[in-house]
């Protein structure tokens, strides 16, 4: 791979050891704003009159919006530093929230605030990953990607099941959720400020070049990157759509005045079920894509089941595998791209897994605009079908290449 410039010295982790734990803060805010509204697809049906495929298209908005945050960030911290991406990312996270407090006005506010919100995420995730990577050196290998990880996940889990709870119970059902984030997100710009930089800035010039330098893969890498993480990673956050986005709104009719708390209740158990098995995903070592895909078709076909026979217990339990499949599969695959990448790429490479990754995210809106014509028992099969597909070629890719050291 080209680069045009050389890597900067990365401080040494032991002279500040808890310096990652600032990054961690904007990760897991930008993470809380980012599934706050996930739980809330419900009451936006039932409050605001949005049709299942429209909350389904605010899922979509955020995605659009997470795209370019994941490819441009990364990249752009590279060459000019992590602190300036990080610090905008956040503050975005908290416009965003402001924007949706006017949710209830019309869609417009529902679209612009997910799509700013997509934004923020994608710069959390991928400059905030390359980061505490950095301030993590030494002794664990597989410590950063684990922590990272977690500090997303958890923002994702307590942002989800704090709003949930808020609109169920609390006043303001469409405001009071984003004013917490926006309180939550305030000091945490302030708090970057103390964080050490990694990245100092270059030369603006040649800087386009960089970027698509960047979002290549190294070509030792490509044949396992292609074979094994390719096809695993749309499945990270496939699951996560299945799990909170398609189960509550199968089994609306069957847990009455209680969907809102019902659909909270899925997305903490999803994510939970994420961050508790995302040790096991280390141990593993290569043999975690493989386990992450078999689990995966475990939770695609619990969810085909339960398709026909709309049990709000099955959905749990498909939730809760599909929550373990998240979690060993996204660290996983951050620990592949990791082995790939060098000190010039690897936000730039961390943005394009996370952007394959957040595709899967796309799944519930696919689904909604089929459902005219095609039964949800009919779709989630096919759905399995895939699932079992990508794990053959998880299966082979595995077989024929060799984790990088």
Same mark, same amino acid.
């Given at each position: 791979?080209?680069?045009?410039?050389?890597?900067?010295?990365?401080?040494?982790?032991?002279?500040?050891?808890?310096?990652?734990?600032?990054v961690?803060?904007?990760? @897991?805010? /930008?993470?809380?704003?980012?599934?706050?509204?996930?739980p809330?697809?419900?009451m *936006?049906?039932?409050?605001?009159? %949005?049709?299942a495929?429209?909350?389904?298209?605010?899922?979509? =908005?955020y995605?659009?919006g +997470?795209?370019?945050?994941?490819?441009?960030?990364?990249?752009?911290?590279?060459?000019?530093?992590?602190?300036?991406v990080?610090?905008?990312?956040?503050?975005a996270?908290?416009?965003?929230? &402001?924007?949706?407090? @006017?949710?209830?006005?019309?869609?417009?506010?529902? *679209?612009?605030?997910?799509?700013?919100?997509?934004f923020?995420?994608?710069?959390?995730?991928?400059?905030?990953?390359?980061?505490?990577?950095?301030?993590?050196?030494?002794?664990?290998?597989?410590?950063?990607?684990?922590?990272?990880?977690? /500090?997303?996940?958890?923002?994702?889990?307590?942002?989800?099941?704090? =709003?949930?709870? !808020?609109?169920?119970?609390?006043p303001?059902?469409?405001?009071?959720?984003?004013?917490?984030?926006? !309180?939550?997100?305030?000091?945490?710009?302030?708090?970057l +400020? #103390?964080?050490?930089?990694?990245?100092?800035a270059?030369?603006m010039?040649?800087?386009?070049?960089a +970027?698509?330098?960047?979002? #290549?893969?190294?070509?030792?890498?490509?044949?396992?990157?292609?074979?094994?993480?390719?096809?695993?990673?749309?499945?990270?956050?496939?699951?996560?759509?299945?799990?909170?986005?398609?189960?509550p709104?199968?089994?609306?009719?069957?847990?009455?005045?209680?969907?809102?708390? %019902?659909a909270?209740?899925?997305?903490?158990?999803t994510?939970g079920?994420?961050?508790?098995?995302?040790?096991?995903?280390?141990?593993?070592?290569?043999?975690?894509p493989v386990?992450?895909?078999?689990?995966?078709? +475990?939770?695609?076909?619990?969810?085909?089941?339960?398709?026909v026979? &709309?049990?709000?217990?099955?959905?749990?339990?498909a939730?809760?595998? !599909?929550?373990?499949? *998240?979690?060993?599969?996204?660290?996983?695959?951050?620990?592949?791209?990791?082995?790939m =990448?060098?000190?010039d790429?690897?936000?730039?490479?961390?943005?394009?897994?996370?952007?394959l990754?957040?595709?899967? @995210?796309?799944?519930?809106?696919?689904?909604?605009t089929?459902?005219?014509? &095609?039964? *949800?028992?009919?779709?989630?099969?096919?759905?399995?079908? =895939?699932?079992?597909? /990508?794990?053959?070629?998880?299966?082979?890719g595995?077989?024929?290449?060799?984790?990088?050291?």
């Amino acid at each position: 791979m080209l680069h045009t410039s050389q890597a900067a010295p990365v401080p040494a982790a032991g002279s500040r050891p808890n310096a990652w734990r600032g990054v961690a803060a904007a990760m @897991f805010a /930008c993470g809380w704003g980012g599934n706050q509204f996930t739980p809330l697809l419900l009451m *936006y049906r039932q409050q605001g009159g %949005y049709s299942a495929l429209s909350v389904d298209a605010f899922l979509g =908005a955020y995605v659009v919006g +997470l795209v370019p945050g994941l490819l441009l960030a990364g990249p752009v911290s590279d060459r000019r530093g992590r602190r300036p991406v990080l610090v905008a990312g956040t503050v975005a996270s908290a416009l965003a929230s &402001l924007v949706l407090c @006017f949710g209830g006005q019309g869609a417009w506010p529902i *679209y612009a605030g997910r799509l700013i919100a997509g934004f923020a995420v994608g710069i959390a995730m991928a400059v905030g990953t390359s980061w505490v990577k950095e301030l993590s050196e030494g002794g664990d290998s597989g410590l950063p990607a684990r922590r990272a990880s977690l /500090c997303q996940t958890a923002g994702f889990g307590l942002g989800a099941g704090v =709003a949930g709870a !808020l609109a169920q119970w609390g006043p303001a059902p469409m405001v009071t959720p984003y004013v917490v984030h926006v !309180l939550l997100t305030a000091a945490i710009p302030v708090l970057l +400020l #103390r964080v050490p930089e990694t990245r100092p800035a270059l030369p603006m010039r040649g800087l386009l070049r960089a +970027l698509a330098d960047d979002l #290549r893969v190294p070509t030792p890498a490509r044949r396992r990157f292609r074979l094994v993480v390719l096809p695993m990673a749309p499945w990270v956050f496939g699951a996560a759509g299945l799990a909170y986005a398609v189960m509550p709104q199968l089994v609306d009719s069957r847990v009455g005045s209680w969907g809102l708390a %019902y659909a909270t209740g899925l997305t903490v158990l999803t994510l939970g079920m994420g961050v508790a098995v995302q040790p096991v995903a280390k141990r593993l070592r290569g043999a975690a894509p493989v386990v992450a895909m078999s689990v995966m078709l +475990l939770g695609a076909a619990l969810c085909a089941a339960n398709a026909v026979v &709309l049990s709000p217990w099955l959905a749990a339990g498909a939730a809760a595998v !599909l929550g373990a499949a *998240y979690g060993i599969s996204v660290v996983s695959g951050l620990l592949e791209i990791q082995r790939m =990448a060098g000190a010039d790429d690897l936000a730039g490479l961390t943005g394009i897994y996370y952007t394959l990754a957040y595709a899967g @995210f796309l799944l519930p809106t696919l689904l909604a605009t089929l459902s005219a014509w &095609l039964s *949800y028992p009919v779709m989630l099969a096919a759905v399995a079908t =895939a699932a079992l597909a /990508c794990l053959a070629l998880v299966v082979t890719g595995s077989r024929r290449t060799a984790p990088l050291p």
